[in-house]
Each structure stands twice: as structure tokens, then as C-alpha cells.
């Protein structure tokens, strides 16, 4: 068991509050089949990165604002379904409006629309895409989400569960649990959790700081 004190939560979503791996996968591949374009190639360097910054490497050739406006409509056209990682609801519901965001690197639309099939309560700052300059793993995302919140990053627990968004959180200075996985993808991730009932939450004796207790198994 850990116990972690912060401030506020942050969280990432795909991977780490919906189960969006195979709706991913299959939106890159129409878009791939459309371009002519190696679907492998996109889907190791993918993960926890915006569509923008993705499309800026492996196609510099293409307008990326216009191809990522694409990608969107295919989400929403394609993913009529949706599945939160287990425990995932029961653990926002215990959360106070104002102490935490959802910080996705895709868009925010189609963050909202892959949330409310999954049933997750939205939250009331929802940081997306279209929001940085930078995304992640540049800690722009997780700094602006702190400073809209009223915090510090490093008053901040973020739970994420790719290398991309475990670099962002740590390198402005927050900490991180990671969600999924059989080892820690950095030694500075606090701990490994498979699901959200590993997790629950606590106010303490100090005004304004949370306690978040972490069984590791």
C-alpha cells in the first residue's frame, strides 16, 4: 500500500479512464488506407501523442489541421461503443469538481464523445489537443491543467499509462501512478495499478489536501 497527499488529480484518458486501444487503432488504419500510408509506423509512435504532431512526422506533406479534422469525423462516425477501465467510475464520483481535469492529447469533442459512452462523469476542465501549443511529452498539457485548477504541478498526482504522458506529468514536476502495464515505464512512476479499484481517496487533516492511497499488488 502507498499513500500519496496532493492537492489535485489529473488524469489522463485513453488507456487510462476508457479501454480505446482497438477504436484507436482502427481510425489510424482507414486514415492510413486512405494516404497509402504504413499503419505500423503510426501505431509505435502513437501513443498518448495528439493526431497533429503524429501526422507532422509521418506526413509532413499533408495539411495536419485538416487531416486531424478528419480523423475526428472518423471517430465519431466509426466508435458507437465504449468501455471504462474497471473501477473507473466509481473512483471520479468520489472527486470534488474543482480539484481535477482529464488530460488527453486527443480532441476535446472526441474526448467528451468517447467519455459518455464509456458512462464516466465529464469533468468540469477538460484539457484537450487543441488547448497547448505543445502536447505531450512536453509538459505544456499538465502545466496548463495546474494552473487552471489553482495548484502546482508538483501538487498535482497524475495518472497516466503512456510513456509520452508519464514524461509530460514528470518533467513539470508532478507525480505519477501508472495505469496498466507490468512495469513501471519510468523508475520515477510512484506505482503500477492494473484497474481503478486499486485506488481510493481521502481528505485529511489539512485544508485542501487530498490523500490517495494506492494497493499495489
Known sequence: M?????????????????KSTSEIEKIWSYWCDRH???LQQILSICHGVRSKDIISQVAPHLNAEAEVASLNSLEIEHTSTGNAILGADK????????????????NKHVAVHRMQLSNLTLPELLIGSE??????????????AAFKLGVLPTDCIVF?????????????????????????????????????????????????????VVNIR
Open 36 to 38: 497509402q500510408l504504413s
Open 131 to 144: 488547448d497547448v501549443v505543445n502536447g505531450k511529452p512536453h509538459p505544456e498539457p499538465y502545466q496548463l
Open 91 to 106: 473512483f471520479i464520483q468520489t472527486l470534488l469538481p474543482h480539484r481535477w481535469a482529464v488530460v488527453t492529447s486527443c
Open 160 to 212: 497516466e499509462d503512456a510513456i509520452a504522458g508519464i514524461q509530460s506529468a514528470l518533467s513539470c514536476g508532478c507525480r505519477v501512478v501508472q495505469v496498466g502495464g507490468a512495469t513501471a515505464l519510468s523508475d520515477k512512476v510512484e506505482a503500477v495499478i492494473q484497474n481503478w479499484n486499486q485506488v481510493s481517496l481521502s481528505s485529511t487533516a489539512i485544508p485542501g489536501e487530498l490523500e490517495v
Open 2 to 18: 502507498k499513500r500519496l497527499k496532493a492537492q489535485a488529480i489529473l488524469l489522463d484518458m485513453d488507456g487510462t479512464l476508457v
